[in-house]
T-cell receptor, first 114, second 115 residues
Framework: KNQVEQSPQSLIILEGKNCTLQCNYTVSPFSNLRWYKQDTGRGPVSLTI?????NTKSNGRYTATLDADTKQSSLHITASQLSDSASYICVVSARDTGRRALTFGSGTRLQVQP | DTGVSQNPRHKITKRGQNVTFRCDPISEHNRLYWYRQTLGQGPEFLTYFQNEAQLEKSRLLSDRFSAERPKGSFSTLEIQRTEQGDSAMYLC?????????????FGSGTRLTVV
């Protein structure tokens, strides 16, 4: 069964600090992995997308890594800002198999405090 | 094109009433997905369309739920005889169906509260 597990479930950090969120997956056949940011009451917004051959991808202060051998990914946030407070969802895509193409994690809820 | 649009943003309804949500995808996207998200959880797949054809439905989609995409553009999700357990955020996403990186774009969702 395709699964995506995220840790920690929630995290509180002080503004300006760095943090790393983890994602482990068992999705096959793997196509790509995405990180989404979801503000409360809003739809998810894509941060990064990585395919099998990509180890790292940056989007401003967000850097995602992918280890396809161990099936692990991380999202590193540098110099956090209050606006980073949100849920971060790891989504793994299987190769074109219809709806099974997307498996969502439950998310990590990040709270950045002043 | 301003992305995926969902209406209404919020809906409060009494138990037993019917509700209908609308999703307008990005115009050139031929795939449209419906998801349900409860508090603290990731989205759960409900159903998806490729053009006007509904290709797959989740077991979560009971017979009280029906979705349509009559002309392959906008889609509607109807819930009949709503129950309190239907309270959730209903998300719509669209994408192009092509090999390689699929660019899924989500709408802001419709938050349903059944009282």
């Amino acid at each position: 069964k395709n699964q995506v597990e995220q840790s920690p479930q929630s995290l509180i950090i002080l503004e300006g600090k760095n943090c790393t969120l983890q994602c482990n997956y068992t999705v096959s056949p793997f196509s790509n992995l995405r990180w989404y940011k979801q503000d409360t009451g809003r739809g998810p917004v894509s941060l990064t997308i990585m395919t099998f051959s990509e180890n790292t991808k940056s989007n401003g202060r967000y850097t995602a890594t992918l280890d396809a051998d161990t099936k692990q990914s991380s999202l590193h946030i540098t110099a956090s800002q209050l606006s980073d407070s949100a849920s971060y969802i790891c989504v793994v895509s299987a190769r074109d198999t219809g709806r099974r193409a997307l498996t969502f994690g439950s998310g990590t809820r990040l709270q950045v405090q002043p | 094109d301003t992305g995926v649009s969902q209406n209404p943003r919020h809906k409060i309804t009494k138990r037993g009433q019917n509700v209908t949500f609308r999703c307008d995808p990005i115009s050139e996207h031929n795939r449209l997905y419906w998801y349900r998200q409860t508090l603290g959880q990731g989205p759960e797949f409900l159903t998806y369309f490729q053009n006007e054809a509904q290709l797959e439905k989740s077991r979560l989609l009971s017979d009280r739920f029906s979705a349509e995409r009559p002309k392959g553009s906008f889609s509607t999700l109807e819930i009949q005889r709503t129950e309190q357990g239907d309270s959730a955020m209903y998300l719509c996403a669209s994408s192009l169906a092509f090999e390689g990186k699929k660019d899924y774009t989500f709408g802001s969702g419709t938050r349903l509260t059944v009282v």
